[in-house]
């Protein structure tokens, strides 16, 4: 059977890790990326072997174009006959601070994971997708993203901004069979939420509960599934009902 590839960029960890499990359980051989956690990507790869799935990893900074194209390039380069039909664009970072007293480098560097982030990674492989004439696009953005969150204008800022990148290219791409969707997860158990007060904040989630990472995944894969077909340029809020 002819092989099937997904990247997902952040894969070493937390929910794009949960993602490339999923993803990999489904007969995908899965670009496990990470910037610095080797351990730990070596890990999703081996969870993903271990459940009768393929994998490797493959590391590079999504926010560094150079290095995005050098790494991705040199794949494309060794799997001639290859391409990448799904992408998931799950990489991101958070430096919160008010307005007042962000710095520049706080802003920076939560737009270049997360935006550029999108746009290095995207575009380098949207031309694989336009000649096969499919693909899966899914973006991780956040219910930042959507209603702001106080003291994350750069996290709000970089997840809008992926959001409006992901109902413009819907449009671009529908009639080669591509799709571009997003998920918008509110609190997730992670890494990423291990300084946050749960207690404190499961009294506004609707659920009394963060999240998981594997109820993040679950609406991936039915979004790259050939069942999503029709559904393009949409966002899929999994909150626990605090943002409808
Ligand atoms: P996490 O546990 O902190 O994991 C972050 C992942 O991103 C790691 O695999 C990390 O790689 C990778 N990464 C960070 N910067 C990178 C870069 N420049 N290039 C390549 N990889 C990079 O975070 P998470 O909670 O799973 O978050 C995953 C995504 O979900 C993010 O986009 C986040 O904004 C979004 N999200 C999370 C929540 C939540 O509550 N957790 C809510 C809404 C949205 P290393 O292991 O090498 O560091």
Avoid: C
């Avoid at 962000?102 to 939560?110: A, G, L």
């Avoid at 992926?162 to 158990?189: D, S, Y």
């Avoid at 009394?208 to 029709?230: D, K």
Wanted: net charge neutral.
């Amino acid at each position: 059977m002819e092989k099937k590839y997904a990247l997902v960029t952040g894969g070493s960890r937390g929910i794009g890790r949960a993602i490339a499990l999923k993803l990999g359980s489904m007969g995908y051989h899965i670009l496990v990326n990470y910037v610095s956690n080797e351990i730990e990507a070596d890990q999703t790869v081996q969870f993903i072997v271990d459940n009768g799935g393929d994998a490797e990893k493959i590391r590079f900074n999504v926010a560094n174009q150079v290095e995005v194209e050098t790494v991705l390039g040199a794949w494309l380069i060794s799997n001639k006959t290859e391409y990448i039909e799904v992408i998931i664009n799950n990489a991101g970072i958070k430096k919160d601070n008010l307005l007042m007293w962000m710095t520049n480098e706080e802003w920076r560097s939560v737009l270049d994971t997360s935006l550029e982030g999108f746009f290095n990674v995207t575009r380098f492989l949207l031309k694989g997708m336009l000649v096969k004439r499919y693909g899966r696009i899914v973006n991780v953005v956040s219910l930042s993203g959507v209603k702001g969150m106080s003291g994350q204008t750069n996290y709000s800022a970089a997840k809008a901004g992926v959001i409006g990148a992901t109902k413009a290219l819907a449009q671009e791409v529908a009639k080669r069979k591509i799709t571009v969707n997003a998920v918008a997860p509110g609190f997730i158990h992670t890494d990423m939420t291990s300084d946050i007060e749960a207690e404190q904040y499961k009294k506004i989630i609707p659920m009394e509960r963060f999240g998981q990472p594997e109820e993040v995944a679950a609406a991936v894969a039915f979004l790259v599934s050939r069942e999503a077909s029709y559904i393009t340029g949409e966002v899929i809020h999994i909150n626990g009902g605090l943002y409808t």
